[in-house]
Nanobody
Framework: QVQLVDSGGGLVQAGGSLRLSCAAS????????LGWFRQAPGKEREFVAA????????SYADSVKGRFTISRDNADNTMHLHMSSLRPEDTAVYYC??????????????????WGQGTQVTVSS
């Protein structure tokens, strides 16, 4: 079992920055993938970014490439999403997620078995 607790959301002005955190515990192996998804009101949940837990492989949605960075803090088993140059369209509930797929980086939410509770990010214009 894997437990994920995400945090760090809040209200920020357009152009600002936020750092989301996802504390991971339980049986996580280096081949696992951890990622971030977001869901805005009335919209489907969409992929934001993902990484392999061992490091190295990363993947980003085109809409956030160059603005968001996914990383892992080995000291405390925490994944972060550093978000900069935020836009009003980034407003959503952000969820961290994990799956045990050992090849590639999947962007499909249905492939992720474990989910955090979500944290709200609101970007004002």
């Amino acid at each position: 079992q894997v437990q994920l607790v995400d945090s760090g959301g809040g209200l920020v002005q357009a152009g600002g920055s936020l750092r989301l955190s996802c504390a991971a515990s339980g049986r996580i192996f280096n081949h696992y993938q951890l990622g971030w998804f977001r869901q805005a009101p009335g919209k489907e949940r969409e992929f934001v970014a993902a990484m392999r837990w061992s490091g190295g492989d990363t993947s980003y949605a085109d809409s956030v490439k160059g603005r968001f960075t996914i990383s892992r803090d080995n000291a405390d088993n925490t994944m972060h999403l550093h978000m900069s140059s935020l836009r009003p369209e980034d407003t959503a509930v952000y969820y961290c997620a994990a799956n045990s797929q050992s090849t590639g980086i999947t962007r499909l939410s249905v492939r992720y078995r474990y989910w955090g509770q979500g944290t709200q990010v609101t970007v004002s214009s």
